[in-house]
């Protein structure tokens, strides 16, 4: 990563980049390498960045701009951008309540926001503290059905809409730098020990008084003397079903009357049966790199799979988001939104809500300079003249 001298106001961080700099300097090891951390080699993870710097833009010039215009029409609605905060696991590990600051950064801005089975703060309580969210909730799903049932139970009573379920990790990523932080489950290694030591910003933001969060949506399910992150994460371990296929997800379409997007396609033929089956949205992702090491970009995956679905369902897309130069790329090249990982996750470790705001607001700005550089204002008329994103990119006039 280039290093840049921004010091620790976040105000002054000019790109997503500056922000992860000084999230960097804010979070003790372990929790940085949770956040920044990819699988094995971090193959995926180099690529997700590098596939979206392969894609050249080929503007055209003495284009008139009177203003750009960013709006999408998606899930019959009007979005004011083509993009959503994804859903993230533990957040609150990087800030207290890091999910109700993400909540609200999003829904001013008239964004969705997406909670992750494993939050740090409940359906209940996003609801409670934004009543104004447009939540969408991430499923991993979960071999006891009447866990699985509650949260479907609990999603639908709290008002939210739109189901995700992430098929790409029914297994966890092999995340070395997670068994060197720890010296047993749960437990961190003496030497990280001493480095929380020498985090007290991030003691005072995220951990004092209160100690580590649990992963509330799933503490009623638990004993109470297991309502912590280690009852938690071995729960969730224990949980995770395994044999997810795509009758589960038949059934799942069954229980699930309103939108039921799969988050974790890769393949257009996997494209093609989410199609089938009669599904709202996929989600072209490959979890940010943490999962399966050398899987491709999904924005490499993107032409073959707009070739097959665009218009059929919607298409989002995440791995590697950090500049508006990546949203407009995705989206000419067949995304119809892209959702926000790591991006406003920089933001919020360094500052909660302002800090998330701020990386919302550093992708807008740079989404609306890169339409009117392109000579294409209006990003509902962005296309890629090729299905090859080695190949300049072409935008319509
Ligand atoms: C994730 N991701 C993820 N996905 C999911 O479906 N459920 C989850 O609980 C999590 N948890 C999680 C934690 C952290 C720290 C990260 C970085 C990612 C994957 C996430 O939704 C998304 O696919 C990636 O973050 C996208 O990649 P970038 O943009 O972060 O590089």
Redesign the pocket.
Known sequence: MRRYHSGPDFRRAHSIAELAQMAHRRLPHFAWE????GAEEELT?AR??QAFADINLLPHTLVPCHGTETRRTMFNHEWPLPMAI??????GM?YHDADIHLARAATERGLPF?L????TSSLEQIVAAVPEVNLWF?L?CMSDPQVQDDLLQRANAVGCQTL?L?S??VLLGNREWDKRNFARPRQLSLRNKFDVLCHPRWIRQAVWPQGMPSMANLDRYLPADQRNAAGAAHFIGAQMEKTLDWDYLARLRDRWPQRLLL??VLHPADAEKAVALGLDGI?V??????QLDGVPA?IDCLPAIAAVAKGKLAILL?????RGTDILKACALGADAV?????T?YGVAVAGQAGAAHALDLLTNELHLALTLLGQPDMSRLTATAANTHSPLFTVS
Request: aromatic share 6%; hydrophobic share 25%.
């Open positions: 949770y956040l920044e951390g993870l997700n960045r994804g859903p993230t696991g533990y957040n990087l997406t992750s089975t494993v939050s991430q991993y995700l992430t790409d990790a988050k974790g989600v992702s490959n979890h940010g790199g943490r999904s995440d791995s590697g988001i950090r959702l926000l990982g790591r991006a996750l």
